[in-house]
Each structure stands twice: as C-alpha cells, then as structure tokens.
C-alpha cells in the first residue's frame, strides 16, 4: 500500500471531499492538518510551490486540489 499524506484545513470543502472519498476506497492516509502545523505549511510550501490545499502526496507523487482521476490512477481506482 503507498504512502499517502493529504495537505488539509478543517474549513476546506474539498478537502473534506478527498478525505472522504479516500475512506470509502478504504485507502489509510495520514491528514496533516497545515493550520495548525506550521512546520507541514512549510512543507507544502516547499512540495508544492503554493500554499493550496488539498494537497495529496502518494508516495512522493503531489496532486494538487481533489484531482479525482489522476488520484484513481495512480491508486488503481476502478468505481
């Protein structure tokens, strides 16, 4: 199973989206919650060049926004 970590804030709606469509698949993740992390915004900065969220990273593999069909390919997603 990759690692995944997904860049997150309580008040993004997209977020909440990624979070749960991950859970239906059944797919672990850690959520970094990068309003109270200063040290993971950072990090996102530095992944991504931006300070956008949701941000997934699968196994160094950076999606930025909730990217549903490239999350489902390079996790072997079929619905």
Do not use: R, W
């Not at 199973?1 to 997904?6: D, E, F, Q």
């Not at 991504?48 to 699968?58: E, H, K, N, R, S």
């Amino acid at each position: 199973m990759p690692k995944i970590k997904v860049y997150s804030t309580p008040t993004c709606p997209y977020c909440q989206l990624l979070k749960e469509y991950l859970k239906e698949h059944n797919i672990d993740f850690e959520d970094v919650d990068v309003s109270k992390d200063q040290a993971a915004l950072q990090e996102l900065q530095e992944k991504t060049g931006a300070l956008a969220v949701p941000v997934v990273d699968i196994d160094g593999e950076i999606i930025i926004g909730f990217d549903k069909p490239k999350i489902d390919q390079i996790l072997n997603i079929k619905d």
